[in-house]
């Protein structure tokens, strides 16, 4: 597994999570477009030909996205609000920023169409400035930044949206005289709630004028499966200049006090934030950054310019020039799905994706190990804390309702946790041991050696856990399962949250599998597990240990290493063994009591997880690489679907059963490499990229591909599969 370690990068320039103020970042020349605004800092040059990775324009059509929101959004610094761009054919929001798209706890809703729109009134002729009579407007985004521009009655108006913290927007405009008369100008901003159509949630937000701005307050709402406020929710805009501000049921109306008087060539600059906070404490806390924000405009912006430079350089680092633009989207899509601490989630982490309505407000096990081996390129920290905000709720030896799964990592952790009536929040099974990986790649990455010495007992702890609780005859071989939960009442439920810890939740290899239940010595009941024992689960479990010796070692623990090694190599032999089947040359899951490979539902991308971990011998590696390179199994038309096309069972829209999931395909084409199939996998590789849709556009990455058009399906702006992305790129 050579391709586990990785560059290290220096830990003393890494930026917080959170983002203090970093280091100055060296200096850079300054390439301006023709047009750039007079307000852009040296050294932007980073952003060149990076604008519009990705398609962020357009407005919401309801106050509640479907299920995988059609627009893509930008967030930044773990905030829990998120903006896009009108389209060149939205006259009527010109001069605001799309949504904002707000996380109600635990699902995405969009507040307005364009909560603050910018405009100017000519106090002489008492005319509005019309910004659509500007036919050709720059609306970009770039990374790190959203930007408007519109040229009209000698008049230019620029406009530029960052975030100062991880409750708050900036937004700046800056007006300049291009005319040769003087201008008096006001300032103003309108705006609109847009409305959900039935209760309660329709009558959850209300508009109130405030001293420096306007705010929207939440009633309590505790709709546990769409929309979650209290009375403390607050969205809530802040001027740096004086206004009034009048509202009228769902608008509001903010204009300056003053009118602004340009000269010729003057400029003149406005700046307000925008903060969604969840409590009243959140709000106080926020307040400095509100205030530094208004008062240093140019010293945020600046300093969230240096952030995104110091991540581009980075991530971008040997990615061909070509892909440069598709990397700096992977980044992009990671950032915004970032999600800083709120609620019962205690530590900065990446949901899935803020655009699908099940997936923005919560962290995942197994997503987090993949997301934070790709995030630690450019934010180790961030990576730090996107691992242990899992840990933070590994289940503990002295917990009042499951002492039996100590050690265990919850499959997924939300801003309410069951306890407290969360419906998302799910204990009935882990994920993958892919934890083990994941700290050893962010270690190396630059993840500091605290982390690595924090988080080996966790490790171990989780590691001993597989073997206690899912190794139903304890032979060595573990099994995919479910814990004692009180929804997992029956058996179908039992199978089905199984299922679900092996992260493939409908894969044909679980049809009909039965379940038996796991006991200790006293005949105690401690969970369940499926009759099968999983190949890719003992190859995670095989490299988990070859893991931990690697940091064991480094911490100058050698007895411990032997022993983990000499685990490993027990583990090696009994997959290889128990796992292979050499008529059909390929891996598979195998029966309980030594019955051998479960060859009926066919090949499934699991099995080419043992050239990843390195568990196949060089023989079975040359079946594994036959199989992913026959056009009728792997070799599909997107490449590295989770089920052989000959397979009876095979579906090209059917998620596990068919569908090209890229994390699976990763871990297939670094498994070629690692034997000495390097061409193939760089074949496989550029197929996937080019046949993915959008993806070397500037359409979303998608949470999986159909096999043989290559659209993408599911989730867009998927984080894992960004993560792979971003991998990718950088292997060449």
């Known amino acids: 597994m050579n391709h586990l370690s990785r560059r290290q990068f220096a830990a003393s320039s890494l930026v917080p999570v959170g983002a203090a103020l970093l280091p100055a970042a060296p200096a850079h020349a300054q390439e301006a477009a023709p047009q750039a605004p007079p307000h852009h800092v040296p050294g932007d040059s980073f952003r060149t030909g990076l604008s519009d990775v990705l398609d962020l324009h ?214 307000w934030t925008e903060s969604y906070t969840f409590t009243d404490t959140e709000r106080r806390t926020n307040r400095p950054a509100v205030r530094e924000a208004l008062a240093h405009p140019d010293r945020v912006a600046d300093r969230a310019d240096r952030r995104w430079q110091l991540y581009l350089t980075r991530a971008l680092d040997g990615v061909a020039p070509g892909r440069r633009r598709t990397a700096a989207k992977a980044v992009q899509t990671l950032v915004t799905n970032w999600r800083s601490p709120a609620g019962a989630l205690r530590k900065d982490g990446i949901t899935p994706s803020v655009t699908n309505t099940s997936f923005a407000g919560g962290f995942w096990a197994w997503d987090s190990w993949k997301e934070a081996v790709a995030t630690a390129v450019f934010d180790p920290q961030l990576a730090v804390s996107t691992i242990e905000s899992m840990f933070d709720y590994q289940i503990r030896p002295d917990s009042p309702d499951r002492p039996q799964d100590a050690g265990m990592v919850p499959d997924a952790l939300f801003y309410n ?107 105690r009941t401690v969970g369940y597990s499926l009759a099968q024992q999983s190949v890719d689960l003992n190859c995670f479990l095989y490299a988990e240990k070859r893991f931990l010796a690697r940091m064991a070692t480094e911490l100058g623990w050698q007895k411990e290493a032997k022993d983990l090694n000499h685990g490993a190599d027990v583990l090696r032999d009994r997959i290889r063994t128990r796992t292979y089947d050499p008529a059909t040359g390929f891996f598979y899951d195998c029966g309980p009591d030594g019955s051998g490979p479960r060859t009926a539902a066919g090949k499934g991308i699991e099995g080419a997880v043992p050239l990843w971990a390195g568990v196949a011998s060089a023989r079975q590696a040359a079946g594994v690489r036959a199989a992913l390179t026959d056009p009728a199994q792997f070799a599909t038309p997107m490449p590295l679907p989770t089920l052989a096309r000959n397979s009876s069972k095979f579906d090209p829209t059917g998620y596990w059963r068919g569908l090209v999931w890229l994390d699976q395909a990763y871990f297939a084409l670094r498994g070629l490499s690692d034997y000495g199939y390097d061409r193939d996998a760089r074949a496989i590789g550029e197929k996937l990229l080019q046949h993915a849709e959008g993806l070397l556009g500037d359409g979303p990455i998608h949470e999986n591909y159909q096999p043989l058009t290559g659209e993408g399906e599911n989730s867009a702006n998927f984080s894992w599969s960004a993560a792979v992305v971003l991998e990718m790129l950088r292997d060449g």
């Open 58 to 271: 357009g407005l919401p059509g309801a106050a509640q996205p479907p299920g995988d929101n059609p627009l893509n959004v930008f967030a930044d610094l773990g905030a829990w609000h998120a903006y896009g761009l009108p389209s060149a054919a939205d006259h009527a929001y010109f001069g605001g920023f799309s949504g904002p798209l707000y996380i109600a706890e635990e699902y995405p809703w969009y507040l307005s169409r364009a909560f603050s729109r910018f405009g100017l009134v000519d106090e002489r002729s008492g005319r509005a400035v019309d910004l659509s009579a500007d036919r050709s407007p720059r609306l970009e985004a770039r990374p790190g930044v959203l930007t408007q521009s519109y040229a009209m009655d000698e008049l230019r108006v620029t406009m530029e949206l960052r975030y100062a913290g991880h409750r708050t927007a900036l937004i700046r405009a800056t007006v300049q005289n291009r005319g040769t008369r003087d201008r008096e100008l006001r300032p103003h901003w309108t705006g609109a709630l847009l409305r959900h159509t039935s209760e309660p949630v329709r009558s959850a937000p209300r508009l109130h004028a405030t001293d420096d701005g306007v705010a929207v307050r939440f009633a309590e709402v505790r709709s546990f499966k769409d929309f979650l406020t209290t009375a403390q929710t607050r969205f809530e805009v802040a001027h740096a200049g004086s206004v009034r501000t009048t509202v009228h049921g769902d608008e509001y109306r903010t204009t300056a006090h003053r009118p602004t008087r340009l000269a010729p060539g003057a400029t003149a600059a406005f700046a």
């Open 417 to 523: 946790d069951v306890r407290h009536g969360g419906l998302n929040w799910n204990e009935r099974n882990s994920k993958p041991p892919l934890a083990a990986w994941a700290v050893w790649q962010v270690y190396e990455r630059g993840g500091g050696r605290a982390f690595l010495r924090r988080m080996y007992p966790k490790l171990r702890a989780y590691h001993a856990w597989w073997y206690r609780d899912r190794d139903h005859d304890r032979d060595g071989l573990a099994e995919y399962g479910a814990t004692v939960d009180p929804a997992n009442n029956s058996t179908e439920q039992r199978r089905l949250a199984a299922a679900w810890e092996s992260g493939m939740d409908n894969a044909p290899r679980f049809d009909d599998t039965q379940v038996r239940t796991n006991t200790d010595r006293t005949g």
